[in-house]
């Protein structure tokens, strides 16, 4: 019984660790916009926080500007 405790303790921790570690994606109507605003930036190092910032951005009611792009990458 105490091994079957610490398997599942163990299976837990990592699972918590999984999924924090998971990394949301830019969704395509980011994307499209962010080719249309900057085709040239390098969008391979954004942060979560940053990915997470230009999807709501772009689904919002003024959508994603140019100046909100360059808010969001300069934090």
Known sequence: MKTLSIITAA???V???????SVPAL?????TTLS???PNAD???LSALQISELN???VSDEGLTQA???SILRN
Do not use: E, F, K
Not at 15 to 21: C, D, E, F, L, T
Not at 27 to 31: D, E, K, L
């Open 56 to 58: 709501r951005a772009a």
């Open 43 to 45: 969008l391979g190092n």
């Open 68 to 70: 909100d792009l360059y």
């Open 15 to 21: 699972a918590g660790v999984a999924s924090a570690q």
């Open 36 to 38: 249309q605003l900057a």
């Open 27 to 31: 969704t395509s109507v980011a994307a």
């Open 11 to 13: 299976l837990i921790a």
